[in-house]
């Protein structure tokens, strides 16, 4: 889960449990287009894992020799 950090301005409330912030939809857009790229880079390397420890086991058997 992404962190991000809001201008305590932005607080409406808060209690133990949560917070409640009131910020502008311009943020809302940029948050989500950053969480679209953070999923999309989690995809690319998801779907690349096996060929990238593939390539590490090779690396590391060079190494070794």
């Known amino acids: 889960m992404p962190l ?15 917070i409640t912030v009131d910020v502008p939809e311009s943020m809302l857009f940029h948050w989500k287009k ?9 995809g690319i ?13 090779t690396l590391r058997q060079e190494w070794e020799e």
């Open 45 to 57: 390397l998801k779907h690349k894992k096996a060929a990238m420890l593939a390539h590490l086991d």
């Open 34 to 42: 950053d969480y679209e790229k953070i999923i999309q880079a989690k």
């Open 4 to 18: 991000i950090k809001i201008p305590r301005h932005y607080l409406v409330s808060q209690d133990e449990d949560s």
